[in-house]
């Protein structure tokens, strides 16, 4: 069966064939009769199925083009006509390969005879011949003698689907290799339990102790982690969050799967809805214990700052006191000189403030930490024997140079208000050393004080001492005892160096 172009299947004149067929019939003898019914009947039915078929090949939407024995298009439809770029009957009974003579040697001619020759089928896909950087999908067929070719140009979408493939691995290498946080996408369920985890990134074992294997076999796992107070206000904020279909976020605690510590989470999802009505959760989980961390030792900071304030206005009035003090049976100083005592005290009361600011991120020496503390109290005698420092000058971190900075002018204002240093024959004597222990290097510190005023076992405890004892021991990981004995306050300072 030849295959007619559209313009030809088209034109096909169905009374012209009818009038054909009854002069054959007239024309025939009677024994011929039989035979020249058929012929005429099989040329209507071709020519009908000609011009259905055409209709089909124009509306495919892939072009299409079919190859005589000899090579020569013997078909070409509307869509293949616009890519290649020349009219049909230009082509038509045209050899192929002398049309496109540039396609000699290529895969692409190979696979065509390879059809031609076996009889079978191939579908492939190949860049195109002439249009470099244009890539196609073929089918190629046994067709009427020769071959059928369909074919559609696919680089936009090849494009797109390695554009969205590279697009899938940056997200999967960042969802897997976020250091505190992991996102996940699961399943609806009025049981928060019983939800499906339909997606969690590699980094939920390590914010978790829980696999992504695991944690999608059994979602139970990861629930059973969240400390039992925060399951029920979790479940009515999802519930909240599913009616209104908003963004729901919370903060809770949870058991690390291998190493038992509790951690603070926050976890930040949105219900979506699918076309098939389901719902699904897509969330990211963070981990926030160092942000939690940080919020409680900047409460203790604002505390301790509006302490100190008091306490700066105590000690400053204590120097006043001690400045503007008429010593020895001379007689009273010249207001001149008292005014100048009281204002190095009070340079010296700022150094100390600025060891503060200053070697916040640099780490700083411990003798200049303890000096400074003392600094505003270092002329209460002549030969200042009233202070004794001793102990190497020992590097220390940042954290650490700042809570022993704290603890000290905690042990130094309380001592100018209440005990050896308010006194004229009080003394105080701070000694240090370091220590190697089997879970690394330790510091040691004694405060010591003594000829002050007596001193009794406090009937509360204040900010200053909650500071020293519970601020100084959680923030430095050690152990700080406060003693006070009726000849002065003792305080021991046991705490890792590294």
């Given at each position: 069966m030849s295959m007619p172009n559209l313009a030809s299947a088209a034109s096909i004149d169905m009374e012209q064939l009818t009038s054909d067929l009854v002069a054959s019939i007239s024309a025939s003898p009677?024994?011929?009769?039989?035979?020249?019914?058929?012929?005429?009947?099989?040329?209507?039915?071709?020519?009908?199925?000609?011009?259905?078929?055409?209709?089909?090949?124009?509306?495919?939407?892939?072009?299409?083009?079919?190859?005589?024995?000899?090579?020569?298009?013997?078909?070409?439809?509307?869509?293949?006509?616009?890519?290649?770029?020349?009219?049909?009957?230009?082509?038509?009974?045209?050899?192929?390969w002398d049309m496109f003579p540039e396609?000699?040697?290529?895969?692409?001619r190979g696979r065509y005879e390879e059809v031609f020759l076996s009889g079978a089928p191939m579908s492939f896909e190949a860049e195109a011949v002439g249009r470099p950087g244009r890539h196609l999908e073929f089918h190629v067929f046994p067709y009427n003698g020769g071959v059928g070719v369909s074919f559609r140009d696919w680089t936009e979408r090849r494009r797109a689907e390695e554009e969205l493939r590279a697009s899938e691995a940056r997200l999967s290498a960042l969802a897997n290799n976020a250091p505190t946080c992991m996102f996940y996408q699961t399943s609806h369920s009025p049981a928060y339990s019983e939800r499906k985890v339909l997606y969690v990134s590699r980094t939920c074992e390590r914010l978790t102790g829980v696999s992504a294997e695991e944690a999608q076999a059994n979602p139970d796992m990861l629930y059973s982690l969240v400390l039992p107070q925060h399951r029920e206000r979790m479940l009515a904020r999802r519930l909240e969050s599913l009616r209104t279909l908003t963004e729901c976020e919370e903060e809770f605690e949870m058991r690390h799967a291998k190493t038992g510590e509790i951690r603070w989470h926050r976890i930040i999802t949105t219900p979506r809805r699918l076309e098939t009505g389901g719902i699904v959760w897509d969330g990211i989980q963070i981990?926030?214990?160092?942000?939690k961390r940080s919020e409680e030792h900047l409460r203790l900071l604002l505390n301790e700052l509006n302490h100190r304030v008091k306490n700066t206005l105590a000690t400053v009035q204590s120097l006043a006191s001690q400045s503007f003090r008429v010593r020895g049976a001379g007689g009273a100083r010249d207001l001149p000189a008292l005014y100048a005592t009281f204002e190095a005290r009070l340079h010296a009361l700022a150094r100390g403030h600025d060891i503060l600011t200053r070697e916040n991120w640099e780490g700083a020496g411990l003798v200049e930490i303890v000096a400074q503390a003392f600094a505003p109290y270092r002329d209460l005698s002549e030969d200042g024997s009233r202070i004794r420092l001793e102990g190497p000058d020992l590097r220390v971190s940042p954290s650490m140079a700042l809570s022993l900075s704290m603890a000290m002018h905690e042990l130094c204002t309380n001592a100018a208000k209440y005990g050896a240093l308010g006194a004229s024959e009080g003394r105080v004597r701070v000694g240090w050393s370091s220590q190697e222990t089997a879970s690394g290097p330790r510091l040691t510190m004694l405060w010591e004080e003594n000829g002050g005023p007596p001193v009794s076992q406090p009937s509360r405890k204040g900010f200053g001492s909650r500071l020293i004892q519970d601020g100084l021991a959680r923030e430095l990981n050690g152990e700080v005892r406060l003693v006070y004995r009726p000849e002065g306050v003792v305080c021991t300072i046991d705490v890792p160096l590294s």
């Open positions: 009677r024994g011929a009769l039989n035979d020249a019914l058929q012929q005429a009947l099989a040329r209507t039915v071709e020519a009908k199925v000609n011009a259905q078929l055409s209709v089909v090949l124009e509306g495919i939407g892939d072009a299409f083009y079919s190859l005589d024995a000899h090579w020569r298009f013997a078909y070409i439809n509307r869509a293949a006509e616009t890519y290649f770029g020349l009219p049909r009957q230009a082509m038509l009974h045209k050899v192929i396609s000699e040697g290529t895969d692409l981990d926030i214990t160092d942000h």
